[in-house]
């Protein structure tokens, strides 16, 4: 769906998940631990071939719990860590996950989702768990959510995923799912060199100076690794600003309150989404995952029939983007939110549906990707 | 309460004394095709080869004769597809019991 | 009367379950439900009272199979189930169905605290050394070196011996069988499901689709054939040194011991219970210190 | 082709007949060596194994949005239950492409009858390469792909060892297809009445 | 909070994680299996010595997963099950927990919430779980939440999540807080035979007939234990009436539905709400939980400085009682929503807020409990 | 120089940290603590190339403490970590300290499979037998027979042998000492350090506040002193029946083999893929013919 | 007591001195023996261990709303540092109780000195059992509790073998505090000229 | 790189040769109560039992010249309580060096 620089030399045929492979690969993944799960298998099986060729480590851990810890391990070392798993998996790793976000450790966990809930449908495609990687685990606390639907997204969307993870210190999830996932697409891969990488901000003050987790304006500590000569601890208590648990009042309301407030200042960073023929519709369809290619095909098929149709495809998911969505439901009729789940992200528009815009859900939970018929259906007739 | 092993193989059952032991007991092979996945394993297994396959591949016995009636390939059928039967002469069927 | 192959489709097999099943030709999965369905006919066991749980895996699929209390339940926690089921109903024989990767792997801890605790459960390990279902990843006991799709340079990890991990572990009964040794492998597993306290089974089998065509192991023939020749019984195998042993698979019965049973003990805690109630409880009221804790 | 067309084919037959390599094959040539848009899904799940298999290829100008075929341009039946279950999808003005030996029963006159399993047996001398027959046909047929393409894609996703074997299948599929006559066959693939309706 | 029929025999001083247990024994709970954690540990404590009394078994796992495993098969086997945790547990079990919702199995889960996210703040209060336990496993399910704000709650509560659980076979969590568990008072239990229970519908069709995934009316199918003489299978795979997995997406359609509206059928059922001085009320908060507390003793205090305040205690927190909240947001010109978290149900109740209500949202995230004083702040001053 | 208390204190310990720690008087974790820095400062190692990691338990307050790079990960899940941390830099020196229910209740899954995986770590085990930090409900090696918060009328399982079942999991290196033994328990701590491979010591501790009271086992001084009189060494242990080794301690280097470790072969594997790498990534590439899966 | 009124009582003092133990055996004799509604909570946490230790009982005619003490009625302290702590709290008319041994400086002349330790020392032979000598003081000072009930709720809740010397320091407490002249008190916690500000 | 144990015991620390075996080494023990939690552990395990509890509580050395220097008691001392130093009679410490 983006528009990709055509260049003969480059272009290649790739799946969703070796996509993946690549974007992690280009971001500087270097560490990858995970078990495998249909339909995120792939990403594991690449990257063990691929990574010890650029010097980096694959492990297959005995669980998802495992492959979670050692992601976060090799991040305090100062390595780029990602895992890959479905929903079951997902369920695993929330504690380790919440660990993440506490202790502020930047990694990638992809999820590439299947039907649920539990073993459910393991070869279908679905978007079940958008509300589960927001409130999978336990405790306030911030994440990062993004969402792919094409191939090429695979790619630019995993970077986009590393850069946010390292700049905000925050694990980032990429929902996939099993359409994006195994549908392969030509594109074409920039240069590494034509690629924004971002890495997280080392300390330069001297070592006895460091407070691994102290505020500054971006609200983000500098990091050090393990092994950097910054001895500091790290935690999953609630921490000082040197790390170590504390049981203040006032200690513990300024950390939680800042992990927050480092995401929401990041807002337009982080929040990210994007528009087709929504200049002057009046009808629009909100959509994200591999749904959105069904809305696209949709809304050009109702231009054609003449309706004033457009799409807002949601990229990032979570910080769910209020001010984007907002100006379109005060910009439309009606609103179409097709989701492969029972209504989870259209939950999240009508709560900030404060315009009182018209929402209209489309949900198909039966396994099969929505059609593009269905969602035209709506276009028409609402 | 607990009964025996329903494995009554041909090759290794001790023989009732009632037997005549120099009557060589024959059995019928009976491939259930609609099961059978053309795995080969009854055929490799047979000790008396005598498994081969047919033109679309489902195994077939060549001599009905020669089994042994020792059950191998009927344990080894990962699909449950092979019955091993005595087979009971004419004369046997006649006597109306068994 | 029936004849065995006869018994076991009319009797256990569950037709409306569409036959033939889901596994590969050739696979060791429909070797050891045969074997395990000869089993418990063989013993006599009345259907109703027969559980059979598995995890998910290839061999997972088996309980879809027969005709008893059947579940399929998460990846690697079946025995956790299985003790659920087993306390709340002790007078079920409870047997549970486990891949190497789904024992040994993400169960490998309820594996080996079932065989700590001393539960009267059955576990029956089919072990191929691959994660079959999700397409030949590597598994807790694929071979150092070997080839899998996460290890295509050499596996460099060790493998786990489930059978002695099991004994370690405080396991009852151990025995291993491969899926070549039918009857033998009938025969572990009617000892196993009628020895009081855990039992472990650990049958060697062939996943030729995922872990025999990438080590030229050869398809499900030559691979079984395989597991004929490595075979040795435990009587000749303590006969015989480390090195001569290498490579081979010990087959037979690993360890019986007697130990109290977990299962039975709690049957005798609840009777004392009723009488030591009323003074422990008094004594257990807490007196409110409580201590920093996490 | 017009940027926003579509042009859609749709493998099909049973698991083990290699139709998703052909499919990818397909995509491959398309995508990576012409300088077309290309998205290629497959059906998973239990359904594929024995079962029917499917997969498609869908060929644009622009980059394309729904990634799944919406109206077949052409199908490839490889037996006769995909031919029963996949035909309804078909344009009116698409082609069927089937194995004559396997495919008995033709939904529509509008289609193409090779025998590609006879063709890898005896021509080729191995019936596992029917699948490139067929490719190498449906590749000429649809008049999307240059053949050059279509050729270095082959070559870079078969095994090692076997790309000769399975170029050869390729360039009989094409040879074989090249002695088609188009003017003899239908415009539709719904016979007259249909079209009527 | 309930008024309890005063009786001097029966009045005793319970802690709250105590009289929990004594819910769950008069509700015929009589399988626990759980792994100790802070603030929920007396609650397997107390049960491995009583449940032996009356016949039933404790078994401490050796994890939360396991816990939540040996529950499940309890149940399955026939006899009501329960397990208590934590958080950092709470985060374990998802993945079983969603086995328990696909296979319908009557189960009941206790979450004494303590500070997150991770280790977080393991002695202090917090409401940091409340989304989590909506929507902490993957894919769509449906579940009961409920919440308890007092010692008499936690007894009457505790039976009344065991009853929903039974009547629509579904697991359903009770939400405690660290101070709620530790709080003794005096309660007044009842009689047991003043005690209304539920038991799971049992199939009396024979055997043969019986189809363990059934619809029927009240789309909760009839439920057979193992051992039942119902030979049937369960899986966490999508499955069809009989329990085989199915890939029909018309039969996963339906099965997945209907989960879904078993629950809703049962809405007026399963949708509790309590109200203090609400008849008139211009303003009012909307709690749960300990804060619950803070917020009656608030309103009681407003009302004496003439602020026509109410309460309105939220006792089922999911499925969202929507429309009795609704009704309050029409009434009253503001909503006050004070929680020990950063915003979790005044999600939902804006999600609601078609009424357009001003919504005050006051959190604290400290390991604090609210006091009075902060929320009566925001009744005089709104 | 400085005398060994003082560099413990003035080097290794983390005085911004409040001390006195948060032990219970008499705990055995901090004689644990002294030997572990004793054992590192003899083995010379560099401050800044030293990682402690824990689980969570009392014993997983030790890093808060110490002046190295420390982390405090969640319950049962440290070797994880430490995994993650090592593969990342192999040049520094991970260590792992656990309880006997972080390693081995919750997390004993990862410890079985660091062993078998033989990762250069060292995993430091200080066993209990009981969950002091949550107040005293019975752990893995909770003897049969004893009172806990959750066995009051006297535990029905069986304890593990955390030492063995290391060594069957597939440890390098496993040793066991005691509180008691504080010189020992240094040397085995050096020996483990600097072995290549997967090191695991067991030490046996008292909680005399949560398990020592409920047993009649006395206070940190009577339970100390059992351990002394208990104990036997290695070699001793070897000469005795298993009756006379009833209750006893066997304390020493239990096993220490050598093989392939992985942290060393996944180098070699990084090498090897460099040139291997064109060639594999072609073969790999999946014709796309999938299986049903879960 | 009307309904809706609230009498607080706040047991404070270091960690060991069994300040929680205390407070439970209050409520339990307030709330299972008295007719009244009683909610007992403690404060948890690293604090408790060593350092401070604080328990609260809070009494009504009716249902409990907030469950923690707001305004204290009467604060028992058994340390100088849990009476600087806690006493902020207390009510004007509130009552302070300290141990006469261990707390020196008296923030109020409102406030009641028993040297509990020493009389748990002398009289009944064991410094554990101040608590309950506290206990017993606290129990009649409050003229919340039926003095039997107290008794009652201390013989169910102390560890078997200890009933008669844990009772015996409870009546030592009541005893020793019936000694009060409470007319010599000041009526508010507070000196007159704070009073008046 | 590798150094030898910092704990020199007295017991068992090899004499070096210089050393003249006669002279009795003398030890002060000091104990920083600040740590201290009175567990008793330094008392009870001591070989020569020269520990003793003070009015407080606190660990004290009844007679500082019997300490052989083992240092047991600073080895398991939990709370790092306790440090052994050698002490050296006047004349030594006149000597300028050591
Ligand atoms: C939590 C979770 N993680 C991963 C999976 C994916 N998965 C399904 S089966 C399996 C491994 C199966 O291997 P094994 O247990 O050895 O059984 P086999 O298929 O070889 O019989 C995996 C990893 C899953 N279903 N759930
Ligand atoms: C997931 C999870 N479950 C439970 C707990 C509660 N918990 C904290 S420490 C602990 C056990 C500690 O026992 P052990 O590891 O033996 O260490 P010890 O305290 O005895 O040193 C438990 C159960 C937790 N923190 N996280
Ligand atoms: S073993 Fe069974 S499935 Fe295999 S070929 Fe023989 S009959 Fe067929
Ligand atoms: S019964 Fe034995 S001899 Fe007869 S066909 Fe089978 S394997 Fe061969
Ligand atoms: S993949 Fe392997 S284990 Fe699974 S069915 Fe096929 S042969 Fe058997
Ligand atoms: S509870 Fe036990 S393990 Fe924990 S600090 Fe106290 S004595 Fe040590």
């Known amino acids: 769906m983006e528009s990709i620089n055509e260049s003969e030399r480059k272009k290649i045929l790739l799946q969703g998940n070796e996509a993946i492979v690549a974007g992690a690969l280009a971001a500087g993944c270097r560490f990858f631990a995970g078990y495998p799960i249909t339909p995120a298998s792939e990403i594991s099986e690449i990257l063990s071939v691929k990574l010890p060729e650029v010097g980096g480590t694959f492990i297959q851990m005995e669980d998802e719990i495992a492959s979670m810890g050692a992601v976060i391990g090799a991040s305090l070392a100062g390595v780029k860590a990602m895992t890959a798993t479905s929903g079951p998996g997902f369920s695993l790793i929330q504690e380790n996950l919440g660990y993440g976000c506490i202790a502020e450790v930047p990694c990638v966990i992809v999820n590439v989702m299947r039907g649920g809930p539990s073993t459910g449908l393991p070869t279908s495609p679905s978007q079940g768990d958008v509300q589960m990687t927001r409130w999978g685990t336990h405790g306030d606390h911030p994440i990062i959510v993004l969402a792919v639907s094409s191939v090429a997204d695979c790619f630019s969307v995993t970077i986009k995923a590393f850069n946010l993870s390292e700049k905000y210190r925050i694990p980032v999830i990429i929902l996939s799912d099993e359409v994006v996932a195994h549908t392969r697409e030509s594109v074409t891969l920039p240069d590494q060199d034509q690629i924004r990488i971002f890495d997280r901000v080392k300390p330069d003050v001297p070592s006895d100076w460091y407070k691994p987790y102290a505020d500054n304006n971006r609200g983000v500590p500098d990091m050090a690794a393990f092994g950097d000569g910054y001895r500091h601890h790290v935690t999953g208590l609630v921490h000082d600003e040197k790390g170590f648990p504390t049981q203040d009042s006032q200690e513990i309301d300024k950390f939680l309150r800042r992990i927050h407030t480092k995401i929401s200042k990041g807002f337009q960073d982080i929040q990210i989404t994007k528009t087709h023929l929504m200049e002057d519709a009046e009808v629009c369809v909100i959509a994200y995952g591999s749904v959105a290619r069904s809305a696209l095909r949709a809304v050009r098929d109702a231009r054609k029939l003449g309706v004033k149709a457009g799409l807002v495809q949601l990229v990032t998911l979570f910080p769910f983007p209020r001010k984007a969505v907002d100006t379109y439901l005060r910009q439309c009729r009606v609103v179409i939110v097709p989701e492969m789940n029972m209504g989870q992200m259209s939950r999240e528009i009508g709560r900030v549906n404060q315009a009182g815009c018209r929402i209209v859900k489309h949900n198909r939970i039966d396994g099969q990707l929505i059609t593009p018929e269905e969602i035209l259906k709506h276009l028409t007739t609402v | ?98 | 009367m029936l004849e065995c192959a006869e018994i076991i489709r009319k009797e256990y097999l569950r037709h409306d379950k569409k036959f033939p099943h889901v596994w590969c030709p050739g696979c060791g999965n429909g070797i050891v439900m045969g074997a395990l369905l000869r089993a418990v006919h063989s013993l006599g066991l009345d259907k109703d009272e027969v559980v059979l749980a598995s995890g998910i895996g290839c061999s997972g699929r088996m309980p879809t199979y027969v005709d008893f209390n059947t579940i399929h339940t998460t990846h690697g926690r079946a025995l956790t189930f299985s003790t659920g089921i087993k306390l709340a109903r002790p007078e079920l024989t409870v047997m549970t169905v486990m891949g190497d990767g789904d024992s040994t792997a993400i169960g490998g801890n309820h594996f080996i605290h079932a065989a700590r605790r001393n539960l009267n459960l059955t576990a029956i390990i089919i072990n191929n050394s691959t994660y079959g279902m999700t397409g030949g990843q590597y598994s807790p006991t694929t071979p150092y070196g070997s080839k899998s799709t996460t290890s295509v340079y050499g596996h460099v990890e060790h493998a786990f011996n489930i059978a002695e991990l099991a004994a370690t572990a405080g396991a009852a009964f151990v025995a291993r069988s491969t899926v070549y040794h039918a009857t033998h492998m009938e025969e572990m597993l009617k000892k196993g499901i009628e020895k009081r306290g855990f039992s472990v089974i650990e049958i060697i089998s062939n996943c030729h689709v995922q872990h025999g065509r990438r080590n030229k192991l050869g398809g499900a023939v030559e691979m079984i054939n395989g597991f004929k020749q490595r075979s040795v019984t435990i009587e000749k195998a303590t006969k015989m040194s480390a090195d001569e042993l290498e490579g081979k698979i010990t087959i037979g019965v690993l360890a019986d011991v007697e130990k109290p049973v977990s299962t039975e003990e709690y049957q005798r805690i609840v009777e004392e219970a009723k009488n030591k109630a009323e003074i422990i409880t008094k004594a257990k009221e807490k007196n409110g210190v409580k201590r920093y804790e996490e | 082709m017009k940027s926003d067309e579509r042009y859609e084919i749709r493998f099909s037959g049973s698991g083990g007949q290699g139709i998703i390599t052909a499919a990818v094959v397909m995509a491959d040539g398309v995508g990576a060596y012409d300088n077309q848009h290309v998205c290629q899904t497959q059906s998973y799940g239990p359904e594929a194994r024995g079962g029917k298999s499917k997969a498609e290829v869908v060929i644009s100008g622009s980059p394309i949005d729904y990634p799944k075929a919406l109206r077949v341009d052409l199908l490839l039946a490889m037996t006769q239950a995909a031919c029963d279950a996949y035909f309804s999808d078909i344009k009116s003005d698409g082609l069927l492409v089937v194995d004559s030996d396997l495919v008995k029963q033709l939904p529509t006159s509008r289609s193409v009858s090779i025998p590609f399993t006879q063709i890898a047996k005896e021509k080729i001398g191995r019936e596992l390469v029917a699948n490139m027959v067929a490719l190498g046909a449906v590749g000429f047929l649809c008049g999307q792909v240059s053949l050059e393409g279509l050729e270095k894609a082959l070559l870079s996703r078969v095994p090692k060892g076997t790309e000769q074997i399975n170029s050869e299948a390729l360039h009989a599929g094409i040879e074989e297809a090249k002695k088609i006559n188009f003017d003899l066959l239908p415009k539709s693939v719904f016979s007259e009445w249909e079209d009527e309706l």
């Open chain 2, 1 to 98: 309460m607990v009964k025996e092993s329903i494995l009554k193989t041909g090759g290794t059952s001790k023989k009732p004394a009632a037997a005549k032991p120099k009557k060589k007991k024959l059995y019928t092979v009976i491939f259930f095709n609609k099961w059978c996945k053309s795995c080969g394993l009854c055929s490799a297994l047979c000790p008396k080869k005598i498994i081969k396959s047919d033109e679309l591949g489902f195994p077939a016995i060549e001599n009905m004769d020669r089994c042994s009636g020792c059950r191998f390939c009927e344990i080894h059928c990962p699909d449950f597809s092979i019955t091993i039967k005595e087979r009971h002469p004419r004369r046997r069927r006649t006597n109306g019991k068994h």
